[in-house]
T-cell receptor
Framework: GEDVEQSLFLSVREGDSSVINCTYTDSSSTYLYWYKQEPGAGLQLLTY?????DMKQDQRLTVLLNKKDKHLSLRIADTQTGDSAIYFC????????????FGTGTQLKVEL | DAGITQSPRHKVTETGTPVTLRCHQTENHRYMYWYRQDPGHGLRLIHYSYGVKDTDKGEVSDGYSVSRSKTEDFLLTLESATSSQTSVYFC??????????FGPGTRLLVL
């Protein structure tokens, strides 16, 4: 089955850019997603990219997709303390059920 | 926010007792999912439903059963709770090609 991997922690200073990385194994994945989870809350969809795109920008967020290396990244520009959260990469599984496979999540800590 | 509620939000129970968690949606979405979230594992799919009375297993379905008798409700049952089922449980919904939207979660502690 699909395997999705992320690094566990990232620490940045306020105002810097953050880059969260994700690798996956299924080259036929069609949609790839980034979710944000704040403490004690559910997952909030941040953005997604379709597999025929290389990049997608949405305000401070930039998603880059390298299909050859099966690598997805999320860049957050001008990172703020409110961006501190866990970020999950998710990949749509081929086959029925509209199922997603999630990475283990990256804990982003923003320091003053 | 997608109209998803989960109940209860917190529960403490004892080993061996049955537990039922409820997910309710107001979006009339076809697909519903139950996940568990544990440190170091991210979210893992327990069961999902692709319509009323249509359900299928996910990757960690042992010890869990589900039922969906109407579009808006998806129930997750632990027939005999064990300490390894202590976790945070999330329900999600999807209309099809679009992404999944998540509920607020249920924290379950099995003593």
């Amino acid at each position: 089955g699909e395997d999705v991997e992320q690094s566990l922690f990232l620490s940045v200073r306020e105002g810097d850019s953050s880059v969260i990385n994700c690798t996956y194994t299924d080259s036929s994945s069609t949609y790839l997603y980034w979710y944000k989870q704040e403490p004690g809350a559910g997952l909030q969809l941040l953005t997604y990219i379709f597999s025929n795109m290389d990049m997608k920008q949405d305000q401070r967020l930039t998603v880059l997709l390298n299909k050859k290396d099966k690598h997805l990244s999320l860049r957050i520009a001008d990172t703020q303390t409110g961006d501190s959260a866990i970020y999950f990469c998710a990949v749509k599984v081929t086959g029925g059920g509209n199922k997603l496979t999630f990475g283990t999540g990256t804990q982003l800590k923003v320091e003053l | 926010d997608a109209g998803i509620t989960q109940s209860p939000r917190h529960k403490v129970t004892e080993t061996g007792t049955p537990v039922t968690l409820r997910c309710h949606q107001t979006e009339n979405h076809r697909y519903m999912y139950w996940y568990r979230q544990d440190p170091g594992h991210g979210l893992r799919l327990i069961h999902y439903s692709y319509g009323v009375k249509d359900t299928d297993k996910g990757e960690v379905s042992d010890g869990y059963s589900v039922s969906r008798s109407k579009t808006e409700d998806f129930l997750l049952t632990l027939e005999s709770a064990t300490s390894s089922q202590t976790s945070v449980y999330f329900c999600a919904i999807s209309g099809g090609e679009e992404t999944q939207y998540f509920g607020p979660g249920t924290r379950l502690l099995v003593l």
